[in-house]
């Protein structure tokens, strides 16, 4: 199983990137993928997430909800982070992951998930 993320980089508050994380080795459709970051010194924290099926909800962690976003295309077995409005406390190593087992409950619980990209930097500059 490989998560390949990708799409960091420097930008300027108030800018946007986009990220993607490809998966392969899974099938992709039946996974739940989340987004975490960690920024140097703190623990790893939740970001968002969408699930594996049909309507394919998503989670959000309250201070990015209006900002970000997430969407999955499983013919390309990718999950992108839209990230707009982009602050200085949104830098850190945003790692993608995905579980297939995942219920509702440990959506947010990075301990729940099962398979990790390797992580992509994103610096915001005030």
């Known amino acids: 199983v490989q998560l390949q993320a990708s799409g960091g980089g420097l930008v300027q508050s108030g800018g946007s990137l986009t990220l993607s994380c490809v998966a392969s080795?899974?099938?992709?459709?039946?996974?739940?993928m989340g987004w975490f970051r960690q920024a140097p010194g703190k623990e790893r924290e939740f970001v968002g997430a969408?699930?594996?099926?049909?309507?394919?909800?998503?989670y959000y962690l309250d201070s990015v909800k209006d900002r970000f976003s997430i969407s999955r295309d499983n013919a390309k077995n990718t999950v992108y982070l839209r990230m707009n409005g982009l602050k200085p406390e949104d830098t850190a190593v945003y790692h993608c992951?995905?579980?297939?087992?995942?219920?509702?409950?440990?959506?947010?619980?990075?301990?729940?998930?099962?398979?990790w990209g390797q992580g992509t930097l994103v610096t915001v500059s005030s």
């Open positions: 969408v699930r594996s099926g049909s309507g394919a909800a998503t």
């Open positions: 992951a995905a579980d297939a087992g995942l219920i509702l409950s440990n959506i947010r619980n990075y301990r729940a998930y099962n398979y």
């Open positions: 080795g899974i099938t992709f459709s039946r996974y739940s």
